[in-house]
């Protein structure tokens, strides 16, 4: 007991002295009974209080009054201290949960450096708690927001369209596009959200792997956004379809790094160029086909797909192409691109599975409604039916019915049946 009190004497005359070593050296020290800490929270001068929210002894009691604190350097010290710098996971595990109230204290400081020090903690955490990274995640500041929203495994795909329906900023937009992982159903929402600088940001990103849908409802809005432009041009993973589509409209300046950067067979050279030589602006580039070394095939199987072969009729060609399976979507490009009207009209014939008269009649109408609902009984794609508008029927632009979204069918499946069945 007389040690005790003996001890409590030291501490008091230390409290009571102008020794600022001492009393810093009490403040810093473990050891310290948490009432001392307590008083110093309270009492202390601004350079004391800030020790003692370094202290890892402090008492709740203490930190929770710290965490109010008038002077940010005491907060920003208390908020590295509870984000666990240099501890391991299970220390920082119990520590967040310790200290609930405190971080939730923290994420509502006015200044931008306290919450900075939560989302840097935070950020790459799947165990830092979700209630304060959702938080941070809807923080205003982009400083402390984008991190999180950028690489947070806590954040749910719920969270993130959430933030972009509600009207994110456009910052934010591009840190979610920036992820490691961004699946179709996100893609989507960040592309009807009609961002430029989140959709050129989400073709920019090599991290993740777009499906064809998406990269499809990007180059379509390409068109009409060119920010997006720059970044589809140097993706490596658009299909030969999306890169006819896209040197159609790309910035001139462009072309040549899009027809430069990859290997382009001379089935695809031919239909990339002659999309080219139908543009406005006549520019100048042109595709020249590159076979990958030690690909001896790609010629011959470019002249057996879409082309006459020693004189057979087109419809004979059509008819062998289909029992093989081999009537698709690419061999009737092909074929469109090299005017073999007839070879295509017979290959609609077949795969939609209607004679081949009612077939040139439907042609004949040059019927946006009727080539649209002949392009999809043939199972072929929305955008396609825009190539046979105007490649086959030679339908004026301004008429041409487009793909809705880039990718679905303008028309209802009713309306489609109800304008088949005219031909009958």
Not at 17 to 46: C, I, N, Q, W
Not at 272 to 291: G, L
């Amino acid at each position: 007991m007389a040690t005790a009190a003996k001890q409590y004497q030291e501490l008091g005359g230390i409290l009571q002295s102008d020794d600022d070593a001492a009393r810093k050296a009490l403040a810093a020290d473990p050891t310290t009974p948490p009432e001392v800490l307590y008083f110093f929270a309270e009492k202390g001068e601004v350079e004391i209080r800030r020790i003692v929210a370094e202290n890892p002894s402090t008492p709740n009691q203490a930190d929770v009054m710290l965490s109010r604190d008038d002077d940010v350097s005491v907060r920003c010290a208390l908020a590295r201290k509870i984000v666990g710098d240099g501890l391991d996971d299970d220390t920082k595990r119990n520590l967040w949960r310790m200290g609930f109230t405190i971080l939730e204290t923290l994420l509502r400081d006015q200044v931008v450096s306290v919450r900075r020090i939560l989302s840097e903690a935070f950020r790459s955490s799947p165990h830092a708690p979700r209630e304060i990274v959702v938080g941070l995640a809807r923080d205003t500041d982009q400083e402390v927001a984008a991190p999180v929203l950028s690489k947070s495994p806590v954040l749910t795909e719920a969270d993130l369209a959430e933030l972009i329906e509600v009207g994110a900023p456009n910052w934010a937009k591009c840190a979610i596009a920036d992820r490691e992982h961004v699946s179709s159903h996100l893609c989507d929402i960040l592309i009807s959200d009609d961002c430029p600088v989140a959709m050129a940001r989400l073709a920019k990103n090599k991290k993740i792997s777009l499906s064809e849908p998406v990269l499809e409802k990007i180059v379509h809005k390409a068109e009409t956004v060119p920010e997006i432009q720059p970044a589809l041009v140097e993706r490596g993973d658009l299909s030969d379809n999306l890169l006819v589509r896209l040197v159609r409209f790309v910035a001139a300046p462009l072309l040549s790094k899009l027809c430069d950067c990859r290997e382009i067979d001379s089935k695809v050279a031919v239909r990339m160029n002659r999309a080219i030589e139908m543009r406005r602006d006549q520019p100048a580039a042109r595709v020249v086909a590159k076979t990958p070394k030690g690909d001896h095939k790609s010629s011959a199987k470019t002249k057996s797909v879409g082309t006459a072969e020693n004189g057979e009729a087109p419809r004979y060609r059509a008819k062998r192409l289909f029992d093989e399976n081999k009537l698709t979507n690419e061999s009737l490009a092909a074929a469109l691109d090299n005017k073999d009207y007839e070879f295509v009209k017979a290959a609609l014939a077949l795969r939609a599975k209607i004679p081949m008269p009612t077939v040139e009649r439907m042609v004949r109408v040059k019927s946006v409604k009727t080539i649209v609902a002949l392009a999809w009984k043939a199972g072929l794609s929305a955008r396609f039916a825009i190539d046979l508008q105007r490649d086959l029927a030679f339908i004026a632009p301004n008429k041409i019915m487009n793909a809705r979204d880039g990718i679905d069918f303008p028309m209802r499946v009713d309306d489609m049946e109800s304008q088949l069945s005219i031909f009958e």
